[in-house]
């Protein structure tokens, strides 16, 4: 069946344009979760859902990250105003549950000019 | 101390080699742990989660010392496809919490 997909898959922003990074999970996946790689850095937590519920959102750098899942399913990470030190892969990743195996979409490539 | 510590390598190994990757956690109340495999430029994929008492699945063996807070991956007869970096991966806190990982170690298997 399809995997976790996302797009786009690169996005290039001059410095204090809005992003919006879209998500769509396995089909009936409820937890879904976003993290954000930098070159040479593992996966960094931002935030996660269970369905519509946005559980944990401690790992959001700043008050310029918002991320939303309105119906449970598609879930959109958004960067308002990006900053150069925004630049990174945004990874999304979905499960049956925390506990269970992540499945990750292949990522948004985000460069800040 | 970070929460999940592992040594960057990179590892460069013949093929055949026998390699062992190493990983320290900080929170004593994590309870699941996994390997995650990461390929240039793709996303992770799941490797092997890790048990208490140890798990292997083919060439591969985890490991877990809970008491040291300390888990391992042993691959042994290695291929030029096990160049990757191999993440070690453990939930925040105990219960449904999210994972954290590691920085990644990288693995390349030499002709």
């Known amino acids: 069946g399809a995997g976790v997909s996302q797009s786009p898959r690169y996005k290039v922003a001059k410095r204090g344009q809005d992003v919006a990074l879209r998500c769509d999970p396995i089909?009936?996946?409820?937890?879904l979760f976003w993290y954000q790689q930098a070159l040479g850095q593992g996966p960094e937590f931002l935030t996660y859902?269970?369905?519509?519920?946005?559980?944990?959102k401690s790992g959001l750098p700043s008050d310029r990250f918002f991320a939303e899942r309105p119906e449970g399913s598609v879930s959109t990470l958004k960067i308002q105003r990006t900053q150069q030190e925004d630049s990174a892969v945004y990874l999304c990743?979905?499960?049956?549950?925390?506990?269970?195996?992540?499945?990750f979409g292949p990522g948004t490539r985000l460069t800040v000019t | 101390r970070k929460e999940v510590e592992q040594d960057p390598g990179p590892f460069n190994v013949p093929e055949g080699a026998t390699v062992a990757f190493n990983c320290t956690y900080s929170?004593?109340?994590?309870?699941?742990f996994f390997w995650y495999r990461q390929d240039c430029r793709k996303e992770p994929k799941l490797l092997m989660s890790?048990?208490?008492s140890g798990n292997e699945d083919g060439r591969f063996t985890a490991q877990l010392n809970r008491a040291s807070q300390y888990i391992s991956l042993l691959i042994r007869d290695s291929k030029l496809s096990d160049s990757a970096t191999y993440l070690c991966?453990?939930?925040?806190?105990?219960?449904?919490?999210?994972?954290?990982f590691g920085k990644g170690t990288r693995l390349s298997v030499i002709a």
């Open positions: 089909s009936g996946h409820v937890s």
């Open positions: 929170n004593s109340a994590s309870q699941s």
């Open positions: 890790v048990y208490s």
């Open positions: 991966v453990v939930n925040k806190n105990s219960g449904n919490t999210p994972l954290v």
């Open positions: 990743a979905s499960s049956e549950g925390t506990l269970f195996e992540q499945y």
């Open positions: 859902f269970q369905n519509e519920a946005q559980l944990d």
